[in-house]
């Protein structure tokens, strides 16, 4: 299956500043997403990434918040906008593996915001 | 729009003994379903993936079945050790809405006392 390098892994930033998380994945994938695990809960989809189109986005998530490049098929960057307490989570990037449907979907180590 | 539940929300053992984690979906239109194991702070780590198709898969200490019909599907964990310790998220491919995405339930914290 995909390997799927994500940075950094952990970060505590200030209040109003953004934040741009990068995942650069080992084969070319044509689908990315982004998730978002808040303290003590599931994880919840941000955004579809496809190379060389828009991302899109779940109800709930706007690109002027959470805007995403996929410049092409192996790398993909989140940016947290503005941000507030309240972005404090773990977000995450996800891949389906080769042959989707035999080996279902990998997931980044995770970055880890803290926002203060 | 597809609901996934686990249960129980947290669970301790001692080591050795057998378990059950479950997990129910409200939509049987599923491409596959993965289970996942994530440590603490950590990203998800997957254990096992069972196509729409079957109706169970194993891995070492782990089994999981799948029962459409139903919606649910269960992991099963052997000889419990406390190196099992960890959330475990039950999550589901849907494709005929054209989302490729995971849903995923809200996970089942396994403790494992030594």
Redesign the interface.
Known sequence: ?AVIS?KPSRDICQRGTSLTIQCQVDSQVT?M?WYRQQPG?????IA?ANQGSEATYESGFVIDKFPISRPNLTFSTLTVSNMSPEDSS?Y?C?V?APG???????????T?LTVV | KQEVTQIPAALSVPEGENLVLNCSFTDSAI??L?W?RQDP????T?LL?I?SSQREQTSGRLNASLDKSSGRSTLYIAASQPGDSATY?C?L?EGDTG????T????TRLQVQP
Do not use: C, H, V
């Open positions: 299956s994500q689908m997403f809960q599931s994880l919840t989809l579809t773990i995450l996800s389906e989707w449907n035999n080996y279902g979907y990998t997931f980044g180590s995770g880890r | 491409y596959n993965q996942f702070g950590k990203g998800l997957s993936l196509q998220l999550a491919a989302r490729r995405a995971l995923f339930g809200s996970g």
